[in-house]
């Protein structure tokens, strides 16, 4: 039962590759939010998902992030290219219809050598 | 654009010396400001929401609260397992739909037997 489930838990990639981060919100949840967060800082929106739709994407930093929950359940962010810079916990937050609380997960940790 | 301001950045306490930690926001039309706690490598764990300016809010050894331009965590006899980043976030816009949050840098307080 159990809250918001990410997968892998720590992603090492070299620089170029593509990676694919897991995020598996808590059942019944219709809201959906990735954020990004670099040590010491806060954590940074980067999309939300209503549903199925990406209601709001404006955190993106690029064209190479990109993010989709096509059941409107787990939800895949993808990284093209990647960077040094995208080295950060990628975070997911789950909210349920009516509640602006938002809960989180543990982060998946990317390291890009 | 929305901003939150998180002071001091880090807090050293003994244990029972009572303190407060800041969080100095704008926002266009505040929808909630949230508190969360934050672990060594895990996700932010929420802990209050406050909507309206004077509302307050307590649990445990922790109350919130709430003015038109900042909102106060204040920390009563801190025990060293309420050592942890927290972090403020502040929530805009309005509809009824769920919207992104915006946090500041956290305080990290650390809390010595």
């Known amino acids: 039962g159990a809250g918001v489930s990410q997968t892998p838990s720590n992603k090492v990639t070299e620089k170029g590759k593509y990676v694919e981060l897991r995020c598996d919100p808590i059942?019944?949840?219709?809201?959906l939010y990735w954020y990004r967060q670099s040590l010491g800082q806060g954590p940074e929106f980067l999309i939300y998902?209503?549903?199925?739709?990406?209601?709001?994407d404006s955190g993106l930093p690029n064209d190479r992030f990109f993010a989709v929950r096509p059941e409107g359940s787990v939800s895949t962010l993808k990284i093209q290219r990647t960077e040094r810079g995208d080295s950060a916990v990628y975070l997911c937050?789950?909210?349920?219809?009516?509640?602006?609380?938002?809960?989180f997960g543990a982060g998946t940790r990317l390291s890009v050598l | 654009e929305d901003q939150v301001t998180q002071s001091p950045e880090a807090l050293r306490l003994q244990e029972g010396e009572s303190s407060s930690l800041n969080c100095s926001y704008t926002?266009?039309?505040?929808?909630?400001l949230f508190w969360y706690r934050q672990d060594p490598g895990k996700g932010p764990e929420f802990l209050f929401t406050l909507y309206s300016a004077g509302e307050e809010k307590e649990k445990e050894r922790l109350k919130a609260t709430l003015t038109k331009k900042e909102s106060f965590l204040h920390i009563t006899a801190p025990k060293p397992e309420d050592s942890a980043t927290y972090l403020c976030?502040?929530?805009?816009?309005?509809?009824?739909?769920?919207?992104?949050?915006?946090f500041g840098k956290g305080t990290l307080l650390t809390v010595n037997p």
């Open positions: 976030a502040v929530q805009a816009g309005s509809g009824g739909s769920n919207y992104k949050l915006t």
């Open positions: 937050a789950s909210s349920q219809q009516g509640s602006n609380i938002q809960y």
């Open positions: 926002v266009s039309g505040l929808r909630g």
């Open positions: 998902f209503q549903g199925t739709g990406a209601a709001d």
């Open positions: 059942s019944g949840h219709t809201a």
